[in-house]
């Protein structure tokens, strides 16, 4: 099989509509194919700086050294953005049924969130828009670039 685990990372944005559809026709075109679309969120975003930690250690504050301390916090965090990506995607994903699955997972930047999930779970293809909801201007925006350079997975970008 050419791709079993393809990764779409989605932010709402058009570019990353269009490379979720792109993403699906592989994948539907692949039967033993399984597509991650997947939400990063910096850890900073979350709010998790204002507990005290004065920072993150890959998406973990420093002082948080309990688990379940830290995913008190996090968790429910995760859950909420989840659930609006899930919505933003309406039905988008019933073609594929199970072989779609949502994730969103959280980061000291989104760019390092995107390629752990990439690396950690086997992706052998990442599907991403050029731009995202951040771009100003230019060719690319800084996480597709960030992810081009960041790891030895083909990378398509889609407008």
């Known amino acids: 099989m050419l791709f079993s685990k393809i990764m779409v990372p989605y932010d709402g944005s058009e ?16 039967p ?3 597509l991650d679309v997947v939400h990063a969120i910096p ?3 979350m709010g998790l700086d204002e507990l005290g930690t004065h920072g993150s250690l ?8 309990e688990y379940a301390q830290y995913s008190g916090v996090v968790q429910p965090v995760l ?8 919505a933003n995607l ?3 994903l019933e073609a594929l049924g199970d072989r779609a699955e949502v994730h969103v997972v ?14 950690t779970s086997g992706c ?5 828009g050029r731009r995202g909801l951040g771009a100003i201007r230019g060719m690319i925006g800084s996480v597709s670039y960030g992810i081009l350079h960041g790891t030895d997975v083909p990378v398509l970008t889609v407008k």
């Open 15 to 30: 570019h990353a509509k269009s490379a979720l559809e792109y993403a699906k026709s592989l994948a539907e075109a692949l």
């Open 106 to 119: 959280a980061g000291t930047s989104t760019v390092a969130a995107l390629l752990r999930h990439a690396q």
């Open 90 to 92: 309406g039905g988008a």
């Open 58 to 65: 890959d998406g973990v504050p420093l002082g948080m050294t």
């Open 43 to 45: 850890s900073g975003v």
């Open 32 to 34: 033993d194919a399984r």
């Open 79 to 86: 859950d909420q953005a989840r659930e609006k990506v899930v």
């Open 124 to 128: 052998d293809l990442i599907v991403m």
